[in-house]
């Protein structure tokens, strides 16, 4: 069988991260990433996009056998992205990555007004199993987030403090804010709120 990759990132697609058109039916060209509810998630140029997709050499590397640099990987996607659909295509025929719902939630967290959060931008679909992390709460050690669901997400860094981040994670059920230093080491809960 032949494999499909994401016309935007290039990941390998199966059926569990197909992203989704507008009426919520299946894509079967991008990644649940890259396209949801028919929009894509991130306004990213072709190099920003190769910028993102960099921090995920270690991945790439443990899937392919190889030992490439982050500098190394860059050079790969610059060399593979023009042959992907997204990258081909004027700028004016690309569906907008503006979906309502993702600036509710960057207004809502932008109101939460946290202390030493700057202010949210953007936000950025991610796998669930890759933000969902584990807070202690009344003694018990407890995940919040669907491994197997997608989020609205972003990392940003705290303020005056060194290597600490927070980070956001939201769908249209939560808002989820935490607070963790470096590979997410020990994080604690910021804001668990439902919408």
Sequence with gaps: METKFC???????TPEILGTNADGSKNEEYCIYCYKDGAFTGDFSM???VEFCA?????YNKNTGQNLTREEYKEV???YYPNLK?????ADQLPHATSPIKQQLIDEVNALGIKDMPHINNLFVLQGSFVNMEYV?????VKLLDDNATYWCNQVEKQGANGRCYGIACDEHCILVS???KDGA???LVVFKRR
């Design 86 to 90: 997204r990258w081909r295509l004027p």
């Design 186 to 188: 020990d994080a604690e």
């Design 7 to 13: 016309q935007s990132c290039g990941m390998p697609l």
């Design 77 to 79: 996607l610059r060399q």
């Design 179 to 181: 607070e963790y230093g």
């Design 47 to 49: 190099e920003e996009m």
């Design 137 to 141: 709460i009344n003694g018990n050690k």
């Design 55 to 59: 921090q995920f050499v270690e991945e």
